[in-house]
C-alpha cells in the first residue's frame, strides 16, 4: 500500500502519532486534523487504540481545539527530552489538566454471570479524546522507552519515531527511506557538470 504524504504516519505509540500530525510541508508545518472530518479519519486510523467511549464518536469544530492543545504540549514536551533539557512546566501542566477534565472511572455493571468494569468519561467529545491522549502522552513521557525516541534523519522532515531496530534512521521506509534513497543514488549517478560550463 503506498503512502501519500498527507497521510498520517500511524503505528508509533499513539502520543507520536497525535505529534506527526503536524508534518512539514514546503518549510511549513501541515495539520492534518485541521477539521472534524480529517479529525475522524485519524481516529479511525487510530480506533484499536482507543477506548470504547471515545471510539466512534463524530468530532464536531469545537473538539479540535482540545486535542490540538494536546498535541502542542505533548510535542513540546518530547523535544525538550530529545534535546535534554527540562520540558516547560506550561506544557506538563497542560497535558495533567486535560486528563483531569475527563478523569476515567471505572463503571461497574452486570453481565448477567459477572461484574464487569469499562472505564469510561463524561463530558463533550473533544475533551474526552484531549484525556485519553494525554494519558497516552503520560505514558509515554514516563516509560523507559522516552529515551529511545528519534526525529527522522530526512532532511525536510520532523517526524518522531520510537525505533524498533537501533539502525532506523527513518519515519518511515516508504516516505523518507526512499527519498534519501533516491537522492543517494542521484548523486552517485549524475553527469558530471562539463568544464567552461
Known sequence: ??????????????????VNTRPAVHESRADLIDSPRRLAVWLSREADRLPGD?????????????VHAVRAHTEVVVRALLDHTEPPVAALRGLTEAQRAAPSVRELAWDGAAVTAAPRRTGPLGV????????????????PAIGKIKECEADDCVMLFLPSHPRRRWCSPTRCGNRARVARYYQRHKPAAEPGG
Open 1 to 18: 500500500m503506498s503512502m501519500r504524504e498527507s497521510d498520517p504516519l500511524t503505528g508509533e505509540p499513539l502520543a507520536l502519532d497525535l
Open 128 to 143: 474526552r479524546l484531549a484525556a485519553v491522549l494525554a494519558e497516552a502522552a503520560a505514558d509515554l513521557l514516563t516509560a
Open 54 to 66: 471515545v471510539r466512534g464518536g463524530v468530532p464536531e469544530a469545537a473538539d479540535l481545539a482540545a
